[in-house]
Nanobody
Framework: QVQLVESGGGLVQAGGSLRLSCAAS????????MGWFRQAPGKEREFVAA????????SYADSVKGRFTISRDNAKNTVYLQMNSLKPEDTAVYYC?????????????????WGQGTQVTVSS
């Protein structure tokens, strides 16, 4: 059974940084593309970043390019999201998703498994 566990969320002031982690188990991690999505209250889940199983292929939403960095450690079955220069509009629940294969879709429906999410709140 696939399990994804996010951590690292919290409350931070605008301009600050956070590093999210997603620990995966129950899957052959190196065969999966990993993605980060976020969902704010009343809004749909939106793509943030993805990293292919074939590192260093990455993809970012325009809204986070230059501020966020996705990375993975296949030895630790973990994917990270380093978030710098945070803005109040980055406030959301952040979810980690896993997709078997090498492509990096930006649509949530293409991901097979999800974590429970971690709250990120950026105050102005």
């Amino acid at each position: 059974q696939v399990q994804l566990v996010e951590s690292g969320g919290g409350l931070v002031q605008a301009g600050g940084s956070l590093r999210l982690s997603c620990a995966a188990s129950g899957l052959t991690f190196g065969l999966y593309t990993m993605g980060w999505f976020r969902q704010a209250p009343g809004k749909e889940r939106e793509f943030v970043a993805a990293v292919s199983r074939s590192v260093p292929s990455t993809s970012y939403a325009d809204s986070v390019k230059g501020r966020f960095t996705i990375s993975r450690d296949n030895a630790k079955n973990t994917v990270y999201l380093q978030m710098n220069s945070l803005k109040p509009e980055d406030t959301a629940v952040y979810y980690c998703g896993a997709r078997f294969g090498a492509t990096m879709p930006q649509v949530p429906n293409y991901y097979d498994d999800w974590g429970q999410g971690t709250q990120v709140t950026v105050s102005s």
